[in-house]
């Protein structure tokens, strides 16, 4: 069974760091690229950060875009997602989910079909 | 791109047909997905790649369109469908979504 588990959520000052990893089983973890995506309390989803499989390439939201950085350790089926200089504005519940990818008519494309159930970020002091 | 959802909340009751709209601010081409959430739940995906069911999502989901404008439809509210609906384009990053559409028992 495909699973993904978020870690390291919690509650951190303004201006703090938090480390999150999310831990994949059930599938070969380095042949995906990774997405994050992120919820505030009472609000839609917002798109964070991607990864490709290797790991070369990544993508981020403007609104994280130098404090955050995505990451993968293949050897270990894990993802992360290391956060710097956090705000409030950052407070959210975190997913993460596997970017699935199909051939049709010869064009590739992607849509995230796994998701795990969430790690939970409180910036405030 | 930014995507625009409509309508924001809708009431229906079971057994009607739903549909409900999201507009991207440039092409997508198709490459627009559909994704239900319930409370306190992670999202799934119902529909990729604008008019493709994921396995295992009910028949009665569909979805249509292409380049900027796209419809998710359900032909057939069932007590389960009461939840957030969110649009998400895969075509260029940011990937952006949808601001949701909460669908309410009338």
């Known amino acids: 069974e495909v699973q993904l588990l978020e870690s390291g959520g919690g509650l951190v000052q303004p201006g703090g760091s938090l480390r999150l990893s999310c831990a994949a089983s059930g599938f070969t973890f380095s042949t995906y690229g990774m997405t994050w995506v992120r919820q505030a309390p009472g609000k839609g989803l917002e798109w964070v950060s991607s990864i490709i499989g290797s790991g070369i390439t990544t993508y981020y939201a403007d609104s994280v875009k130098g404090r955050f950085t995505i990451s993968r350790d293949n050897s270990k089926d894990t993802l992360y997602l290391q956060m710097n200089s956090l705000r409030a504005e950052d407070t959210a519940v975190y997913y993460c989910?596997?970017?699935?990818?199909?051939?049709?008519?010869?064009?590739?494309?992607?849509?995230?079909?796994?998701w795990g159930k969430g790690t939970t970020v409180t910036v405030s002091s | 791109i930014q995507m625009t959802q409509s309508p924001s909340s809708l009431s229906a009751s079971v057994g009607d047909r739903v549909t409900i709209s999201c507009r991207a601010s440039q092409s997508t081409s198709n490459s627009l997905n559909w994704f239900q959430q319930k409370p306190g739940k992670a999202p799934k995906l119902l529909i990729y790649a604008a008019s493709s069911l994921h396995s295992g999502v009910p028949s009665r989901f569909s979805g249509s369109g292409s380049g900027t404008d796209f419809t998710l439809s359900i032909s057939s509210l069932q007590p389960e469908d009461f939840a957030t609906y969110y649009c998400q384009q895969s075509y260029s990053a940011p990937y952006t979504f949808g601001q949701g559409t909460k669908l309410e028992i009338k």
């Open positions: 989910a596997k970017r699935q990818y199909q051939l049709l008519s010869s064009y590739y494309y992607y849509y995230m079909d796994v």
